[in-house]
């Protein structure tokens, strides 16, 4: 089935720009996602991107796809304190009816002032 | 925009007993998932439904249940409670033929602790 890895801890100073890594498996994962978790808090959806795409850009996120070495990463500009969260990473497949995904462990960021 | 809405958001119950969990999806969502996740954890899939039918099951203990409505809102139960059942449930919905694609989205959760 599915795996998806992630690093577990990333620490920044505010206003550095964030990478967070992920690898999954299975080459036909269709959408993969980026979801933060803050403390006690749900799941918000950061941002997604189509497997036929190499790169995503929504004002400070930016998500890079290397498909041939299932490598998804988010880079976050200009990080600030209130980025501090966990962030997940999801992989799905499309299809008809429903789209299981699966989670990466998540990594912690933190951002220092 | 209407959300996921899962209630009760806060729950304590003690060992052996049971407890419901109720999500009531997006208007017009026909999916609902249902994710387990532990002190430190990810979340991990636990079943779904699609227009009130199971349609995927992954680690959800025999001692759950749980199903759709006919007006699609779901309710996840939960028996025998044993300690380590203490986690945050998530539902999340999505409609299976829309335009976001597969793209689900998730209630704020539902905190279970199990004494």
């Known amino acids: 089935g599915e795996d998806v890895e992630q690093s577990l801890f990333l620490s920044v100073r505010e206003g550095d720009s964030s990478v967070i890594n992920c690898t999954y498996t299975?080459?036909?994962?269709?959408?993969l996602y980026w979801y933060k978790q803050e403390p006690g808090a749900g799941l918000q959806l950061l941002t997604y991107?189509?497997?036929?795409?190499d790169m995503k850009q929504d004002q400070r996120l930016t998500v890079l796809l290397n498909k041939k070495d299932k490598h998804l990463s988010l880079r976050i500009a200009d990080t600030q304190t209130g980025d501090s969260a966990i962030y997940f990473c999801?992989?799905?497949?499309?299809?008809?009816?429903?789209?299981?995904?699966?989670f990466g462990t998540g990594t912690r960021l933190k951002v220092l002032a | 925009a209407a959300g996921v809405i899962q209630s009760p958001r806060h729950l304590i119950k003690e060992k052996r007993e049971t407890a419901t969990l109720k999500c009531y999806p997006i208007p017009r969502h026909d999916t609902v998932y249902w994710y387990q996740q532990g002190p430190g954890q990810d979340p991990q899939f636990l079943i779904s439904f699609y227009e009130k039918m199971q349609s995927d099951k992954g680690s959800i203990p025999d001692r759950f249940s749980a199903q759709q409505f006919s007006d699609y809102h779901s309710e996840l139960n939960m028996s025998s409670l044993e300690l380590g059942d203490s986690a945050l449930y998530f539902c999340?919905?999505?409609?299976?033929?829309?335009?976001?694609?597969?793209?689900?989205?998730f209630g704020e959760g539902s905190w279970l602790t199990v004494v």
């Open positions: 999801a992989a799905s497949r499309g299809g008809s009816g429903t789209y299981k995904y699966i």
């Open positions: 991107i189509f497997s036929n795409m």
């Open positions: 999340a919905s999505s409609l299976a033929e829309g335009i976001t694609g597969n793209t689900i989205y």
């Open positions: 299975d080459s036909s994962s269709t959408y």
